[in-house]
């Protein structure tokens, strides 16, 4: 099975950077993606890594260490509207997603 | 295009009722996914399918769920006994080919069992 550990709640002020950690235990990994979810709303996605290194999208940028398990999303100048959950997600055999617990990013301004 | 459309948006019933919940996947996206999502056990995947195919469904809770996509626009998720534990905002979500890891959800529908 899969299991996902990220920390629950991360607080910042506007302006500021943001760094969710993931850590992942899978029994077969094909990638970890992210996804940004506002109250009420809908998990959308951000972004996906396959392979180690950064991938930047405009203000995110998100992180993969397969030899670690391990992945990361930055959250760069941060703003009022970026106060939401975010999920990890790793893409494990059988072409699926498990997602983890989220992590919900209060901005302050 | 119109996005993942799923209704009702919100359903209100009572325990031991049926219910369903439907779900149109975004044209041209052959794999669709059911999540539960709830404050206790996060977002879980219940069952997905692939070109119409249940491919998994090892996350359905029980005999009391089952889900059915007769063609490529069309899924549903039914609920038969429905109890109040069954609470939570169920998605639905489409992803084109082995693109699984970019999904595209759904607004939801909030579910409350009386």
């Known amino acids: 099975g899969q299991s996902l550990e990220q920390p629950s709640e991360v607080t910042a002020v506007e302006g500021a950077i943001v760094q969710i950690n993931c850590t992942y235990q899978?029994?077969?990994?094909?990638?970890l993606s992210w996804y940004q979810q506002h109250d009420g709303g809908a998990p959308t996605f951000l972004s996906y890594n396959a392979l180690d290194g950064l991938e930047e999208t405009g203000r995110f940028s998100s992180f993969l260490s397969r030899s670690d398990s391990y992945g990361y999303l930055l959250l760069q100048e941060l703003q009022m509207k970026d106060s939401a959950s975010y999920f990890c997600?790793?893409?494990?055999?059988?072409?699926?997603?498990?997602f983890g617990g989220g992590t919900r990013v209060l901005v302050k301004p | 295009d119109a996005g993942v459309i799923q209704s009702p948006r919100h359903e209100v019933t009572e325990m031991g009722q049926e219910v369903t919940l439907r779900c149109k996947p975004i044209?041209?996206?052959?794999?669709l996914f059911w999540y539960r999502q709830t404050m206790m056990r996060g977002l879980e995947l219940l069952i997905y399918?692939?070109?119409?195919?249940?491919?998994?469904d090892s996350g359905m809770p029980e005999d009391r769920f089952s889900a059915k996509m007769p063609n490529a626009s069309f899924s549903t998720l039914k609920i038969q006994p429905s109890e109040p534990r069954d609470s939570a905002v169920y998605f639905c979500a489409s992803s084109f080919g082995g693109s699984s890891y970019e999904q595209y959800f759904g607004p939801g529908t909030r579910l409350t069992v009386t």
């Open positions: 044209s041209g996206h052959n794999s």
């Open positions: 997600a790793v893409r494990a055999a059988g072409n699926k997603l498990t």
């Open positions: 899978t029994s077969g990994f094909y990638g």
């Open positions: 399918f692939n070109n119409n195919v249940p491919i998994d």
